[in-house]
Every structure is written in structure tokens, then in C-alpha cells.
């Protein structure tokens, strides 16, 4: 008990100082991912298309047929850059990444007129003299404190302009906390540094409402949802789960991932085992936002 009470007061500690898996960290793993990224896309992808919905911006907007200026943010490997592109409405895309490997992946898209810039998206935000009538966020929400972005998001969006978002929501990934404090705790001469990304989950609409109506925008649509991925071994899900991204920096919370690695995996066959098969739940929230009235929702 002393032992854990002693770890437990230990991790705050680094917290407090910032000593945590930091926008570095992320940088990392995401370079990790890039060539596999893909495998998160196959299967989340249809999801995402939610909330790409440019024809919000031409009802609220007398464009002209001008091009909408569409800020794609932390976009990744391009899918929602890629969507726009085979959409109907004409767009005018800036596509922002921390990770210059997963900019690399999607390289070709700067040959259809997508301007690609490799920098950290807060930084972008406070920093360019663009404004955009879209902005556009895919799986990113959590990285960010969410007042500063939803801040910098109103700063930089056009009036009667459209905000699309969706992200991992509390619940997400159930008992994968557990699992690494669990190896943290029996592990704590291995631990380099924590991870406070949980303290960014939206906690389903009513929380991704809350958060976007405080910055003084409100819904056009809310939805949640769930999907659930299960596997043979321990293994095969804990791979899954590192080379999708969706549990990006955890490998920076320990001096020596490969060291607990075999550990993770035994706690994964104790808590996620069901009927034969290993299964992981993906919560997800998405909605599209604008500023100004209250607006139903559908």
C-alpha cells in the first residue's frame, strides 16, 4: 500500500511539473504510425465522412461559386482532404500536421492544389492570418486543451462559419488505463512519465456540447456512437491498438516499452478477454458547429 500510495504521489508530482508524454512525444509516434495508419482509416473512415459536410457553409454562405476556404486540422494522412477533393462544392484546402511522416504519406495531395504545412496545429492557429469558412478535425480533440482550440478555432473561422469535429469520447478503450497503471505500478522503476490524455475526452454529446457552447458556438448535429474491434490474442489487439495511433504516446510513458511489453499482453489476456476473443471498444462523439444563435440539432 505504501508502495502504491508512493508511486500514486510520484506521478502527480511529474504532472504538476509537466513532466508528461508531451506535443514531442505525439510527433513521435505518429511518425511510428504513418505507414500504418491505413488500418485505423479502413475502419473508422465511414465515420469520419460525418462530419464532412461542406454544402453547412454553402447554405449559410453566398459564395458565388467561389471556392470555400476549408481548414483541414491535424489531418493526418489526407482522408478528409481527400474527401473534399471528390466532393461536389469547390474547396480551397489547408491541411496542418505535427507529424511530417504522415504529411509524407499524403504528399500527392499538394498536386491537387492541397497546401500542405507541416507544423504543430495550436501553433498554426495562433499564428496564421487566414481565415477559413470550414474548419475540419478528425480524432485529434484529445491532444489539445480544448478551451485554447475551441478559442483559437472562433479566431480564425469566418463569420456564419462551420466547425466539423469528431473524436474519442470518455469510455473509449475500456480498461486500457487499468491495464498500463496496473504495469506502471508494478513497474515504477520503468516508468519515465505520465499521460493525462483521459482528461480530454468529451464525455459523449452532452459533454462535446458543453465544451463547444462555452466557447460560444452551437450544434447544427450531435451524434454519438460505438464500435467494437475483437481479436484471436492479447497480442494481436495490443498491436492493433499501436499501429492505428489510437493509443499514440503511450510508448513514451515507460524508458523501455519492449521491457513491459509482455506484461501489457498479460493483463490484456486477465481484462479483455470475452468469449473467445480479445475485444476493444472505440467510443466516439462527432459534431458540426456554428457560431452565433441557438440551432437545433438533428
Known amino acids: 500500500m505504501i508502495k502504491k500510495c508512493k508511486f500514486y504521489m510520484n506521478m502527480i508530482y511529474k504532472i504538476m511539473k509537466k513532466e508528461v508524454v508531451d506535443v514531442a512525444d505525439y510527433k ?42 476549408v481548414l483541414d486540422f491535424a489531418c493526418g494522412t489526407g482522408y478528409i482532404s481527400r474527401k473534399l477533393l471528390l466532393s461536389s462544392v469547390p474547396c480551397e484546402i489547408t491541411a496542418v500536421d505535427l507529424s511530417d511522416k504522415m504529411l509524407e504519406v499524403c504528399n500527392d495531395l499538394s498536386l491537387q492544389g492541397v497546401d500542405l504545412i507541416n507544423m504543430d496545429g495550436m501553433t498554426f ?4 492570418s487566414e ?48 491495464i498500463f497503471l496496473k504495469v506502471m505500478e508494478t513497474n515504477p522503476q520503468e516508468v519515465n512519465k505520465p499521460m493525462n490524455i483521459a ?10 456540447k458543453q465544451w463547444f457552447e462555452k466557447q460560444g458556438f452551437y450544434p447544427l448535429e ?14 494481436a489487439l495490443l498491436d492493433w491498438l499501436n499501429q492505428t495511433g489510437v493509443m499514440a504516446g503511450t510508448k513514451m510513458i515507460f524508458k523501455d516499452y519492449d521491457k513491459v511489453k509482455g506484461q501489457l499482453i ?6 479483455k ?20 444563435g441557438q440551432h437545433e440539432h438533428n
Open 222 to 235: 450531435l451524434y454519438e456512437g460505438e464500435r467494437v474491434f475483437s481479436f484471436d490474442t492479447g497480442e
Open 131 to 178: 481565415q477559413f469558412d470550414m474548419i475540419l478535425c478528425g480524432w485529434a480533440l484529445p491532444y489539445f486543451s480544448h478551451n485554447k482550440l475551441l478559442n483559437n478555432f472562433g479566431k480564425v473561422l469566418k463569420k456564419d462559419g462551420v466547425i466539423g469535429i469528431i473524436a474519442n469520447s470518455k469510455g473509449t478503450l475500456d480498461e486500457m488505463e487499468r
Open 28 to 69: 513521435a509516434s505518429y511518425n511510428d504510425v504513418a505507414s500504418t495508419y491505413e488500418c485505423w482509416v479502413e475502419k473508422m473512415g465511414k465515420f469520419t465522412d460525418y462530419i464532412i459536410k461542406p454544402q453547412y457553409v454553402c447554405e449559410k454562405i453566398n459564395n458565388k461559386n467561389e471556392p470555400i476556404k
Open 266 to 271: 498479460e493483463e490484456i489476456k486477465k481484462l
Open 273 to 292: 478477454y470475452d468469449n473467445g476473443k480479445y475485444n476493444i471498444n472505440h467510443k466516439f462523439v462527432y459534431g458540426i458547429f456554428t457560431q452565433g
Open 199 to 208: 482528461f480530454n475526452l468529451p464525455n459523449g454529446e452532452k459533454g462535446l
Open 125 to 128: 492557429l495562433e499564428n496564421t
